[in-house]
Structures are given as C-alpha cells and as structure tokens.
C-alpha cells in the first residue's frame, strides 16, 4: 500500500513526470521493504520509523545542497 499510494500519482500528473512516479513508486516499495524488515527483526515500530524519518531527511538535506 505505501508504494502504490505513490504510483496513485500516475492518473494525475502530466507525462513528463510518469518516469519519475515509476522511479518514485519503485524507490518507496524498496524502503517499505526494509522497513518491514527492520519491525520483523526487531519487533519494534521505531526502527521502521527511524529508516523513513532518516530516508526523507537524506532527500531533504540533497535539495538543500
């Protein structure tokens, strides 16, 4: 679902942003991936949310530059 909530995108925007919604959609299904991965090892919600808050701050601190 978190990916596909991502992909949804592809009905709305203007098709020189399509690559990038697949691009986006395939980056966030491996993120949930390891986030899922992260809450089975360590039975914890926190570590899943520590990967997400970590990934987008990467994104944010790689506009910034």
């Not at 299904?29 to 949310?49: D, E, H, K, P, Q």
Request: with cysteine; hydrophobic share 50%; aromatic share 24%.
């Amino acid at each position: 679902f978190f990916s596909y909530s991502h992909f949804a995108a592809w009905w709305e925007v203007p098709d020189e942003f399509k690559k990038f919604v697949l691009y986006q959609t395939a980056y966030t299904f491996m993120l949930s991936g390891f986030c899922g991965l992260s809450r089975l090892r360590t039975n914890s919600r926190v570590s899943a949310i520590a990967i997400h808050a970590s990934f987008n701050l990467g994104f944010y601190l790689g506009f910034l530059a």
